[in-house]
């Protein structure tokens, strides 16, 4: 296991809602990624933050957006939710600039849109 | 844009004996980072192996190793001596920069048989 935690583990909304999800990097990770897992799919990359700061985003839409916190954990915000949303959403953190390589990941946060 | 291929959605294996996933990946840059991941059913994706592309050696990690072809934008995983815990979905990812934007592929499904 991963020292990254994220919150809901899973979630039902309604198409139109909006949703916020949460994460918790490991100790000493500095920035936080965002993925969408859809069933049976490779994540696709949403955004990264690092120190507070958007570092780069995928092809999502506006409505989908984030933050980060001075502990450098994060969430997720997604608005105007549409049935497509329906995913595995995973948080991953690294250390940037200070030689970590690789990200580690969150257990995900399940969200079904109806 | 960078682009990861996994061929092959699915494969079985005996348990002790040895698979191979493959993984091809597209990229103009010259120096990247290459990351096998597991992702078990309901569980956490985990790092399994990853090889910086300035290394001309194969990275290896106990049962599990590496074949990196640069030249080809090869990047295949072996496991040896297979064991039942390896059951999982297995990704293979790309990231142009360490503990940046990760661009997986879509997965290959691992059943390890008795």
């Known amino acids: 296991e991963t020292g990254v935690t994220q919150s809901p583990t899973h979630l039902i909304k309604t198409r139109g809602q909006q949703v916020t999800l949460r994460c918790s990097s490991q100790?000493?990770?500095?920035?936080v990624s965002w993925y969408q897992q859809a069933l049976g799919q490779g994540p696709q990359f949403i955004f990264q933050y690092y120190r507070e700061e958007e570092n780069g985003r995928g092809n999502f839409p506006p409505r989908f957006s984030g933050l980060q916190f001075p502990n450098y954990s994060s969430e997720l915000n997604v608005n105007a939710l549409e049935l497509d949303d329906s995913a595995l959403y995973l948080c991953a953190s690294s250390l940037v600039g200070q030689g970590g390589i690789e990200q580690y990941f969150g257990p995900g946060t399940r969200l079904t849109v109806t | 844009a960078q682009t990861v291929t996994q061929s092959q959605p699915e494969m079985s294996v005996q348990e002790a004996e040895t698979v191979t996933l493959s993984c091809t990946y597209d990229?103009?840059?010259?120096?990247?980072?290459l990351f096998w991941y597991k992702q078990p059913p309901s569980r956490q994706m985990i790092l399994v192996i990853r090889?910086?592309?300035?290394?001309?050696q194969n990275a290896t990690e106990n049962r599990f190793s590496v074949n990196f072809q640069k030249a080809a934008k090869s990047f295949s995983l072996k496991i040896s001596d297979s064991q039942l815990g390896d059951t999982a979905m297995y990704f293979c990812?790309?990231?142009?920069?360490?503990?940046?934007?990760?661009?997986f592929g879509g997965g290959t499904r691992l059943m390890v048989k008795p």
């Open positions: 090889q910086e592309a300035y290394k001309q």
């Open positions: 990812a790309f990231s142009h920069n360490a503990g940046n934007m990760l661009t």
């Open positions: 990229t103009s840059e010259n120096n990247y980072y």
């Open positions: 100790s000493g990770h500095n920035t």
